[in-house]
């Protein structure tokens, strides 16, 4: 077996280089303890760093900055650190603009505590499970923990959360690069809510008639079992009753579970997803309600038409879906035509053109290894794409095009796997299976055969390189 690297090097890119960067206004927020001099000195280190990026720290703001770091405190004690983080109703951005006189909600708000642990020590589902207790407390979708030193004012590491799980830990140059980290995370722009419905555009009949949402539905059941689906987490799970309430009247959240499938369906001439895990969607018991039919190109390069069967009203689809619109675009096409069984094959000569990519997952796993004669490993571009950053912004619909052009598996037909997966930094990964000779013929059947016996993965330890 050729096994993937686990984890790339750390990397040393200046950020400034890469195309995407551009000058951000930071602004930070909140009374610091004078006991908690190791988040002090650490501040001062990283504003330090952002001036000498180039970026504008402001004392005061009417909202209008890139981050906002807002300072919490943690209490000690002798409890695990999740269970000492105090929940405040409201919670502390929801006060901002009340308190600092801001005239709109910043667009980051990054949560800056200093803690006695040190997080890199922890198992991942503890530091993911404390992490997301502290966005839902403090209500800040990233949070970054200051390890206290054994002397006043050191700090030994500092661990940066997100919302999809990642917690990356800087233990050298901290300030400057978690500098990066953070300029990274607001240089992403949202896409996630840039879409229009059409109504209308899929005929009753034709969408009963499809198998597709029945085949997410089989393979989302069969992601489960093997342990690349876990089931929906709810608001509730991390505050309290009252608190998640809020949360769900006022910005309609009320849970989420984590990965996506999707596949391209010939016969709609469409691509189908599974719908958004904020609509209480369990992608392991999908019904036809809750997948997708969208158009597999973004309208002016980011822009998603979900494609409504006459007579309904779609859900919201998966966060991810922009990014694989734009890989669907990027990839090539090949045709296809229906065999004796009714099933879509490949055939040079078909009566549809449809993109090599047939079908995909993304499940937020570590694989530990992976043979890259079966199945083909496109590791992270760390030099364009230095840091992670969630789904559903414009760099990762970067980053889906970028995987298709480096991809051997899909620009070259003579090369004989017909799958390939790629590294999302910090919270899982991709797999995709293609259009070609000796494909399975049931979407998804072939992929999912290869977790457990040529990709070997654990949920538990999904790895967080530097």
Request: negative net charge; hydrophobic residues 40%; aromatic residues 6%.
């Amino acid at each position: 077996m050729s096994s993937s690297p686990v984890a790339p090097p750390t990397v040393s890119t200046d950020l400034t280089a890469c195309g995407w960067w551009r000058p951000c206004t930071v602004q930070v927020i909140g009374e610091l303890p004078a006991e908690h001099q190791a988040l002090r000195a650490f501040l001062d280190r990283l504003v330090a760093a952002f001036e000498l990026q180039g970026h504008s720290v402001f004392d005061r703001s009417h909202g209008d900055v890139d981050l906002m770091l807002m300072c919490g405190q943690i209490p000690e004690g002798p409890q695990p650190l999740r269970d000492r983080i105090p929940e405040s109703y409201p919670p502390l951005s929801a006060m901002l603009r009340q308190r600092h006189g801001l005239r709109r909600n910043p667009r980051h708000v990054v949560a800056v505590v200093e803690v006695p642990e040190r997080l890199s020590t922890l198992p991942h589902a503890e530091v993911v499970a404390t992490a997301r207790t502290a966005m839902g407390r403090l209500g800040a979708a990233k949070v970054l923990f200051v390890s206290r030193g054994d002397a006043p004012g050191r700090v030994p590491e500092v661990t940066l959360c997100t919302m999809e799980g990642g917690h990356p830990t800087e233990m050298d140059d901290i300030a400057d690069r978690m500098r990066d980290r953070l300029v990274t995370a607001a240089c992403a722009q949202q896409v996630a809510d840039d879409y229009d419905t059409v109504r209308d555009a899929i005929t009753a009949e034709a969408w009963q008639a499809a198998t597709t949402p029945e085949q997410l539905a089989g393979a989302g059941r069969r992601m489960g079992e093997l342990g690349l689906l876990s089931p929906p987490l709810k608001v509730s799970d991390f505050v309290s009753d009252q608190l998640a309430d809020m949360y769900e009247i006022y910005m309609g959240v009320r849970g989420f579970s984590e990965g996506m499938l999707f596949a391209f369906d010939p016969d709609l001439g469409c691509l189908v997803v599974s719908a958004s895990g904020s609509w209480d969607v369990d992608k392991r018991a999908l019904t036809r309600e809750q997948v997708v039919a969208v158009e597999p190109r973004l309208a002016g390069g980011r822009r998603l038409r979900v494609l409504a069967p006459s007579g309904t009203l779609p859900m919201q689809p998966s966060v991810e879906t922009w990014e694989i619109c734009a890989l669907m675009e990027a990839c090539p096409t090949v045709r296809v035509t229906k065999d004796m069984a009714g099933t879509w094959v490949p055939d040079p000569n078909g009566e549809r053109e449809v993109p090599l990519v047939r079908a995909g997952i993304h499940a937020h796993v570590g694989v530990t290894s992976s043979d890259d004669t079966v199945i083909e490993t496109v590791e992270a571009d760390r030099e364009q794409f230095p840091y992670g950053f969630g789904c559903g912004t414009d760099l990762t619909v970067e980053i889906a095009r970028n995987t298709v052009r480096r991809s051997h598996a899909i620009n070259h037909p003579a090369d004989p796997r017909v799958y390939v997966r790629w590294p999302l930094l910090y919270h899982g990964e991709m797999a995709v299976e293609l259009w070609k000779p000796g494909l399975p013929s049931q979407p998804f059947q072939g992929l999912l055969d290869q977790y457990g016996t040529a990709v070997q993965f654990t949920p538990d330890d999904v790895p967080q390189p530097r």
